[in-house]
């Protein structure tokens, strides 16, 4: 099994689009790459934007040779509604647009749907969902809490197996923090985790309870399963402090044997937090702990 992050929040943006390729199939989860719109009060630095334009024309050319492609929610880091083109003659796994779904994602869901069905050669709800391809398996969670609650919606996590080897994307669990979101994955029994990490920049939004679980789940799945790689991103890289406050997890990992990496170093290639940077990239030095609290500039995002 080949796993490739095409884009992420460790290689400059907002994404966890990624490519799995079986000898039987090749998947693309959540074709889409997207910019916080505001950070330390600043707009996208033109450094971001070259980098989403770059990330982008990376997931097209992988969206062409990927026989089936996933959407895990309808926030725009996950799903582009501009680009429903990338889904011609793809099998098309959707998180279900009416049922355990926020108003906004309903919204963006009906309209993605109308945009897109000339495209696909196929398109099936993806909640609870499984199809073999010949030796691997593919199967999607029942839709579980975007975070701690149903605040931001709902997201299907996504099990890809051939052989020994099975992958799992979390998508946007934040952690995972629930025990709806954990017990899929002690069940699933991944060798690669890819887990999106509690959303510890923001804490007004995100309490230290949750990030406590978020952690203490990530260590059970680590002692519980067959993981031997741990892909750490999205939310959690958008904290400049990422690895401190990941200090336990990396603990239980190096006793068991398990590889933690972002998806940048998975990759083999450098990490760039860009917008965790922001400030920085505008030549604004970063606050000091005595001096004004880090503002993010808006509350939780829906992408």
Known sequence: MKIVPIAADSLGARSMATLVETPDVTVLLDPSVRLGPYRYDLPPHPAEEARQRELWREIRAAAKNAHVLTVSHYHYDHHNPDAPSVFRNKIA?????????????????????????????????????????????????PAVPHGYNDELGYVVMTRIAHGVEVFVHTSDVL???????????????????????????????????????????????????DVRTLILD??????????????????????????????????????????????????????????????????????
């Not at 029994?189 to 990030?211: F, I």
């Not at 400049?240 to 990396?250: G, I, K, Q, S, Y």
């Not at 990759?267 to 965790?276: D, F, M, N, P, S």
């Open 93 to 141: 796994f959707l998180k279900d647009g009416k049922f355990r779904i926020n108003r906004s994602q309903r919204e963006r869901a009906g309209a993605f749907v109308r945009a897109l069905k000339a495209y696909p050669k196929e398109i099936q709800v993806a909640d609870g969902n499984q199809m073999d391809f010949g030796g691997t398996e593919l199967v999607f969670s």
């Open 175 to 225: 952690g995972p923090p629930l025990k709806e979101q954990v017990s899929f994955l002690l069940e699933a029994r991944p060798t690669v985790l890819y887990a999106d990490g509690p959303m510890t920049h923001m804490p007004e939004n995100y309490p230290e309870e949750h990030t406590r679980r978020s952690l203490a789940n990530l260590i059970r799945v680590i002692r519980s399963t």
């Open 234 to 303: 999205h939310h959690i890289l958008r904290d400049r402090e990422w690895r401190p406050r990941m200090d336990r997890v990396f603990e239980a990992a190096e006793e068991h044997g398990v590889t933690v990496q972002t998806a940048a170093e998975f990759r083999g290639k450098t990490i760039e937090q860009l917008e965790a940077n922001r400030d920085r990239l505008y030549g604004i030095e970063p606050a000091t702990a005595s001096g004004p609290k880090e503002i993010s500039g808006s509350g939780p995002s829906e992408g």
